[in-house]
């Protein structure tokens, strides 16, 4: 990204505001814990006090982001770009915080080639690969002769943790390098002399992040320590002070001793009787401590564990509202829910049940997603038993909906290709994610109005301008005339080379959970042939394709079998292997109602041949 000098406007200082955003933003993003980072840590290792900031544009890949210099010493220590959803920190910040990020090893022959612009292949990378080395993730690159000096930043390519050992077969990309020791960004001020690399006995910090939590809390018990022995010492003087002044006679009169004597004996009396109306009250309303919630929740989980069917991965919201709320004690909501427990917040509940190591989690913040969950080899799940849980309501809604197919759901996904970028460049918004159909009919409309497109005269005409016909849209007469605003969106999205398609098939399963996995491609047909037997005078209709959108074909063949009045067969097809099912006698619409009304499929993922139709005709 940064082969070439980036042009960069004029820098200005970061408020105070926006830089406690900014560290919040960093802590969330890369999993720091804010209990341990105080305002000293954090100005000197992640982010100064003094911060410039400026908007700049990549002289190579045309890319806009902003850049974040340390006022001081005026060298760039963050950067982030208008598809990166996070800061990215540049080798000066890695230099100081090694720990940020999961790190490929590879030889120090190999830096030369990445500060000449090339990517990392994985035949230059070391093993073994740490589990978070998964594609997409931002990863540091480092050496292993100086282990804990970082050398480049980019996005692993592959999921290198899967990589035990790198043989022969296996080549390609590792690591896609965004920003790397001696490019343009590292030497942004031609006037200030760039930083050699460090030598390993300089970098203050470990490049193991549980490392530094476990020091950092070692720093605070001894700070606390002093603190506790610096109070004890001065209870000590106040005691010394406090038994010098009860030496001193204090004299009262035998009627007010009397009268105190009385007065506490009546006090007695009196909370006495306050405990035992108490005791009553609680008898009949009463309250679940804390910890007795905390217990419920990981009960809780242990229960969804063992006995619930956990479709992995799945969000954590499906995760909570399905099993884990579904799964408490027959206990009043009121008295125990996420808010009355110990943690208060579902993330930081997530959080606790993973340290316990009974789930695997995957992301940050509140977007995070259980990737997988503790077997019987665990110590808690081997010795949990079932209890009696909350009662369900609208099972026979359930039960219905079992009886009536559960519906597929076809989502359709669309990735900008290169000749979009100027377009999403222009409108501001992300370029590098999917977006469904209706998003980008919203973002041409706000194309047009933003920049006056729409003919005066005529509103329905759009004057078409370098992006749109970058974008493959012709006018109506030739190239530079205005052409039907109706027609833009179609010719837009018609256009293969705007953006790739991709899509998602889920469908509903019993527990409740979604089936879902992104596709490249339009979604698939299910083909319903209609032919005659070989030398017999029987007509046969046969269903293939039904294993990609998650129906199962003997559920089919028996509701075939039904409604059609006639045998239902399930063969396997030998060259694919995938299922084929047969119904006797012509049923082209019974097949498609089903597939639309029971399953939600639409009618154009259906693909339909008669071979019967030519030979009636002929009959005839």
Partial sequence: MFKKDPIVKPFSNVKNSERR?????????????????????????????VVQHAVFLSGTSNVRGNIYLDGETEKPIWFDTRDSKMLIPTVYTLWKSPYLLPIVYTHMGVVDRLVNGSNLMVRGCMTPFDERLRKGTLVAV????????????????????????????????????????KDRLYQ???????????????????????????????????????????????????????????????????EVEEQLITNDNDDDDADADADADADDDNNNDYSVSVQDVDDFFVRSVLYSITQDKLDLPMSSSIF?????????????????????????????????????????????????????????????????EPYRIRKQRNTQTAKDDEKSGRPVSVTQFYKPKSPARQFFNKLDKEYDRYYREHELKVLVSEYIRKFGLALQRDP????????????GVKGIREVSSPTERSKIFATIMGHGANFQRYYTIARAKEEGESEEKLRKGSPPNICVLIEQVRGRK?????????E???????????????????????????SSGLAEVSVQGSHER??????????????????????????RRGRR
């Fill in 21 to 49: 955003k900014l560290i919040k933003c960093i802590i969330d993003d890369y999993g720091l814990s804010e209990e341990l980072l105080d305002a000293d840590f954090t100005s000197k290792y992640l982010f100064p006090k």
């Fill in 320 to 384: 909570m509202s399905a099993h884990v709320l579904k799964n408490l004690p027959p206990v009043n909501s009121n008295q125990a829910n996420v808010k009355k427990t110990s943690w208060k917040k579902t993330s930081k509940f997530l959080k606790a049940i993973e340290k316990l190591q009974l789930v695997k989690l995957k992301g940050k913040g509140d977007d995070v997603t259980i990737i997988s969950v503790a077997d019987k080899s665990n110590e808690r799940v081997a010795s949990f």
């Fill in 538 to 546: 029987k007509v046969m209709t046969r269903i293939t394709g039904l």
């Fill in 548 to 574: 990609k959108y998650y129906i199962e074909p003997e559920e089919l063949a028996s509701v075939l079998k039904v409604r059609c009045s006639g045998s239902a067969t399930i063969n396997e097809i030998q």
């Fill in 188 to 254: 942004l001020d031609k006037r200030i002399q760039p930083d050699p690399l460090p030598l390993s006995k300089d970098i203050e910090l470990p490049t193991n992040l549980g490392l530094l939590e476990q020091r950092l809390r070692e720093e605070k018990s001894d700070v606390a320590d002093e603190i506790a022995d610096l109070r004890v010492s001065t209870d000590d003087l106040n005691l010394d002070v406090q038994s010098a002044d009860l030496n001193e006679p204090n004299p009262v009169s035998e």
């Fill in 142 to 181: 480092s050496t292993i002769e100086s282990p804990n000096i970082m050398v480049a930043v980019g996005y692993c390519q592959m999921d290198l943790c899967k990589i035990s050992e790198i043989t022969q077969d296996i080549g390609g990309v590792a690591v896609m390098i965004l920003h790397c020791y």
């Fill in 460 to 471: 329905k005409l759009i004057r078409l301008d370098d992006t749109l016909k970058l974008m």
């Fill in 590 to 615: 019974v097949v498609q109602e089903i597939l639309v009304k029971q399953y939600g499929l639409k009618s154009s993922w259906i693909d339909v041949t008669d071979k019967m139709k030519g030979q």
